[in-house]
């Protein structure tokens, strides 16, 4: 093996005569010095392509793609559960609305019953949402108004509840008084026998204050309360034999006297019609007969004005 050096400086040249084992050294490490370099790139390469494609490898692309699928499902899923449920929530909405504008008719016509004057209550005031047959529509709803509107409802609602317990209240009152007013006869059956006032005693045949007025009948017939109240007395008492005494307030009081059997005790509240005692004798009586009283602020007064006058 020849190799000749050329040299610019001197403009001549030398050539040096390799051996056979000299040379082919020299070809290895001018071969080592090229290829290994070389290998090191073609290594990267090969290196960088494997991981580009490791990433876009075709299984991988098919997981993700199922996922994204998935999580579509999902999403498509709570969009339709939320929809229903907004629609659900609608036609609760609506119905509130039919029990609302039912519960102001109710409430109309209660005010006219009770001549309750104008003006006290507002049942006439429409619902501010307009009736049930408002169009549902599952797009029309934005979720702010629609809470808006069933907290208006609620409202709505409570201050009918509030307008309807004052009324009731009110009613109930009324009826109260209707019912402790005393009017009518303390019998169903039989006929007044003896009036309140002066009369001759039936024992003595002088004459006598008679505080009552009396009722015959047949025995055991029914005595009725002629007002609600409470009894204060059931019982023996001198003269007025078996005696029931019911206090109606405001200073009220009746009595029913000569009973064959009271059916009432101390304590019990009784209404007005109630059957109180069986009609008999007891005491100091002549026949069966009811002897009733009524008393206003502990004096015995006439007891015909109240049993003529009309049931209010
Ligand atoms: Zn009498």
């Given at each position: 093996?020849?190799?000749?050096?050329?040299?610019?400086?001197?403009?001549?040249?030398?050539?040096?005569?390799?051996?056979?084992?000299?040379?082919?050294?020299?070809?290895?490490?001018?071969?080592?010095?090229?290829?290994?370099?070389?290998?090191?790139?073609?290594?990267?390469?090969?290196?960088?392509?494997?991981?580009?494609?490791?990433?876009?490898?075709?299984?991988?692309?098919?997981?993700?793609?199922?996922?994204?699928?998935?999580?579509?499902?999902?999403?498509?899923?709570?969009?339709?559960?939320?929809?229903?449920?907004?629609?659900?929530?609608?036609?609760?909405?609506?119905?509130?609305?039919?029990?609302?504008?039912?519960?102001?008719?109710?409430?109309?016509?209660?005010?006219?019953?009770?001549?309750?004057?104008?003006?006290?209550?507002?049942?006439?005031?429409?619902?501010?949402?307009?009736?049930?047959?408002?169009?549902?529509?599952?797009?029309?709803?934005?979720?702010?108004?629609?809470?808006?509107?069933?907290?208006?409802?609620?409202?709505?609602?409570?201050?009918?509840?509030?307008?309807?317990?004052?009324?009731?209240?009110?009613?109930?009152?009324?009826?109260?008084?209707?019912?402790?007013?005393?009017?009518?006869?303390?019998?169903?059956?039989?006929?007044?026998?003896?009036?309140?006032?002066?009369?001759?005693?039936?024992?003595?045949?002088?004459?006598?204050?008679?505080?009552?007025?009396?009722?015959?009948?047949?025995?055991?017939?029914?005595?009725?309360?002629?007002?609600?109240?409470?009894v204060v007395w059931s019982?023996?008492r001198?003269?007025?034999?078996?005696m029931v005494e019911i206090n109606?307030?405001?200073?009220?009081s009746t009595r029913y006297a000569?009973?064959?059997?009271?059916?009432?005790?101390?304590?019990?509240?009784?209404?007005?019609?109630?059957?109180?005692?069986?009609?008999?004798?007891?005491?100091?009586?002549?026949?069966?007969?009811?002897?009733?009283e009524?008393y206003?602020?502990?004096?015995?007064?006439?007891?015909?004005?109240?049993?003529?006058?009309?049931?209010?």
């Amino acid at each position: 093996m020849k190799i000749i050096i050329l040299s610019k400086k001197y403009g001549n040249c030398r050539s040096i005569n390799l051996g056979i084992w000299s040379g082919a050294l020299l070809s290895v490490c001018l071969a080592c010095l090229i290829g290994v370099p070389v290998a090191a790139y073609v290594t990267y390469l090969k290196l960088v392509s494997d991981s580009k494609n490791h990433l876009l490898e075709p299984e991988i692309r098919q997981v993700w793609a199922e996922r994204l699928q998935e999580q579509e499902i999902l999403i498509e899923q709570a969009r339709q559960q939320a929809e229903s449920k907004l629609a659900a929530l609608t036609l609760r909405v609506a119905e509130l609305q039919t029990r609302l504008v039912r519960i102001d008719a109710l409430g109309e016509r209660l005010t006219t019953m009770a001549k309750l004057d104008n003006g006290e209550f507002d049942f006439s005031q429409p619902p501010a949402l307009g009736g049930p047959e408002q169009e549902i529509s599952g797009d029309s709803f934005s979720p702010p108004d629609f809470s808006h509107a069933i907290e208006e409802l609620a409202q709505q609602i409570e201050n009918r509840q509030h307008q309807l317990e004052t009324l009731e209240a009110l009613l109930a009152n009324r009826k109260l008084e209707n019912d402790v007013f005393i009017a009518g006869r303390p019998i169903t059956k039989g006929w007044m026998s003896s009036r309140y006032g002066r009369r001759t005693d039936p024992f003595t045949g002088r004459i006598a204050w008679h505080s009552g007025v009396d009722f015959a009948g047949k025995e055991g017939s029914d005595i009725i309360a002629v007002a609600a109240g409470v009894v204060v007395w059931s019982g023996e008492r001198s003269g007025y034999g078996h005696m029931v005494e019911i206090n109606h307030g405001k200073g009220f009081s009746t009595r029913y006297a000569h009973n064959k059997e009271n059916l009432v005790k101390v304590g019990d509240v009784v209404k007005k019609g109630q059957i109180i005692a069986r009609m008999g004798t007891s005491g100091r009586s002549t026949g069966h007969h009811v002897h009733f009283e009524v008393y206003k602020n502990g004096r015995a007064v006439d007891p015909s004005s109240y049993i003529h006058r009309a049931s209010r």
